[in-house]
């Protein structure tokens, strides 16, 4: 079944869907600020105790920094620096939190902080931000261990799917903590899309680009979750931004 879906006027729309788990661990936001936007995903590290509870914590904790530090008067590299530390007072907040049945709770996080032309792009953990514009650009790498196997030339890229370990995780809110990000350009018609592996993992790239160049957010949004929830039983997540023409 289809999660309920928000949309923020015609840019940009937000869905999760608990899959075929009995509860769901992913957490979502869409945060309007003065001249942009704040979205993020999150998932709750599975097999970890309270994962709901990190990644609605992590959420909270992003856009409540988010809102009482981003104004219009910032530049890029104030942006870039308070969606940062925004994260950082994301894992401090799990950290605080994780104590007596929440003990080592954790969670991914992917942010875009997106003002006027340009997404400030941040994450922890395996959930994915992608730049679509004709071509789909993967604007994070994952922080996970076949992610590092592929990169010293130890796995295939074409074997992650099928791997035991795919989704162990090396870098996380609440764990081992660290926050990679970048700034992307972003272009009329372009579509910034994140996501959580439940959603990402049984997409193809041709079907990302196909949906992207025809649909709005909230169309492109239900027809891939009705393609993923075919074939995933887990948590699925994902916010898509598509940049005014």
């Known amino acids: ?60 904790s992003l856009r409540d920094y988010i809102s009482e530090h981003f104004s219009v008067g910032l530049n890029n590299e104030e942006c870039h620096k308070i969606l940062r530390e925004g994260f950082s007072a994301a894992d401090q907040a799990v950290k605080a939190a994780a104590v007596g049945d929440a003990k080592g709770m954790g969670t991914t996080l992917v942010a875009a902080l997106i003002r006027r032309k340009i997404a400030i792009i941040a994450h922890t953990g395996d959930s994915r931000a992608y730049h679509l514009s004709g071509q789909v650009i993967s604007v994070t790498r994952d922080h996970s261990l076949v992610a590092d196997m592929v ?59 196909c949906e992207s160049l025809r649909l709005d957010p909230a169309d492109i949004l ?22 005014p023409v």
């Open 1 to 60: 079944m289809i999660g309920q879906m928000v949309t923020v006027g015609s840019e940009i729309a937000g869905i999760t869907c608990r899959g075929g788990r009995s509860a769901n661990e992913d957490s979502y936001t869409i945060l309007p600020l003065p001249s942009g936007y704040l979205i993020a995903v999150a998932d709750g590290i599975g097999g970890q105790r309270a994962g709901d509870r990190a990644s609605s914590l992590a959420i909270s």
């Open 151 to 209: 990169e010293r030339g130890l796995l295939d890229p074409c074997e992650i799917i099928h791997h035991p370990l795919r989704s162990y995780i090396t870098r996380s809110i609440g764990g081992d903590f660290i926050v990679t990000s970048t700034i992307d350009i972003l272009h009329p018609g372009d579509v910034i899309l994140l996501a959580t592996d439940g959603f990402y993992e049984y997409l193809d790239e041709d079907s990302l680009v």
């Open 222 to 243: 239900h027809r891939l979750m009705q393609r993923v929830l075919m074939i995933t039983k887990d948590n699925a997540t994902a916010v898509i931004y598509r940049h």
